[in-house]
């Protein structure tokens, strides 16, 4: 199967650069992956979370089988093209990956700079945040191409905290990737409740990937998690990545994007879950 990474185009008109946070035309810019869709079927969903119908998207290889599910949470600019190219990514990798829109009652992140993103995403609520990813896995589980007992989760920044805080609530997480989600992140209906307070229910294999060198999450906290996690889960492994800053796996955003660990984590994570996931 053709690793999807290598698959890169540049964007539409060759190059950009941020405006307020908004990626828009201007004089350099990294390459950006763009993942097509032959071999698998990748649609958007909706999804019912207790009455309110939320989109989602999803996808799975063409070919008849059962495949792992991996849960793939966003960071605060929700189902962007880079997030549901990532989940085309985990289709062409063998699972049926699914990514919840977790702000589509805020009016989604579309059009929105970074800091009107940020303002709306701390807002919502950790029982929101958890209904809507439980949601998505419960839908995974169900569908007839899925192997409903081999789930997975991943997310991106703010899904990088949900990924572990999801892996501690919900029964039946095999194993969790987080990518540089803060681990001291709390919210508005619970503050005292981060993942260090969820130790103790951490029990499926966690792989953490961070950047050394995020502004927002000290590596010193990483390492303590690491360590403290350890003490009741010896599935742990984290990695640092040398000179990386956060969202350094966004390569739709030039200016944080490390290709090499990027790429790095990328082959890590998809080990990880062929481990856990499709023994």
Request: hydrophobic residues 40%.
């Amino acid at each position: 199967m053709a690793n999807p990474l290598s698959r890169r185009e540049v964007l539409k008109f060759g190059a950009y650069t941020t405006v307020g946070g908004v990626l828009t035309p201007g004089i350099s810019l990294a390459q950006a992956i763009v993942t097509d869709t032959k071999g698998i079927t990748a649609r958007d969903i909706q999804l019912n979370v207790g009455g309110t119908m939320i989109p989602a998207y999803d996808a799975h290889p063409e070919a008849q089988g059962r495949y792992p599910v991996v849960v793939v949470i966003s960071g605060f600019t929700g189902n962007s093209d880079h997030h549901k190219d990532v989940v085309r990514r985990f289709a062409h990798a063998g699972y049926y990956a699914i990514a919840p829109e977790l702000y589509h009652r805020e009016g989604g992140m579309q059009g929105k700079n970074f800091q009107e993103m940020g303002a709306i995403s701390s807002k919502v609520t950790r029982k929101q945040y958890l209904g809507d990813i439980a949601a998505a896995a419960d839908y995974a589980k169900q569908q007839t191409w899925a192997r409903g007992d081999r789930l997975g989760v991943t997310g991106f920044c703010g899904g990088g905290a949900l990924t572990l805080h999801f892996s501690a609530e919900y029964p039946g997480v095999v194993a969790a990737v987080p990518w540089y989600g803060h681990v001291k992140r709390t919210y508005p209906d619970a503050p005292g409740v981060d993942a260090f307070s969820l130790i103790a229910r951490l029990k499926a294999p966690v792989l953490g990937l961070y950047g050394e060198a995020d502004g927002g999450i000290p590596a010193d906290d990483v390492k303590r998690f690491e360590a403290e996690l350890r003490k009741t889960n010896p599935n742990v492994e984290f990695v640092l990545y040398p000179g990386a800053p956060h969202a350094f796996f966004s390569d739709d955003r030039p200016q944080v994007y490390k290709k090499e660990a990027a790429e790095d984590g990328w082959k890590r994570c998809l080990a990880f879950f062929a481990k856990h996931l499709k023994a």
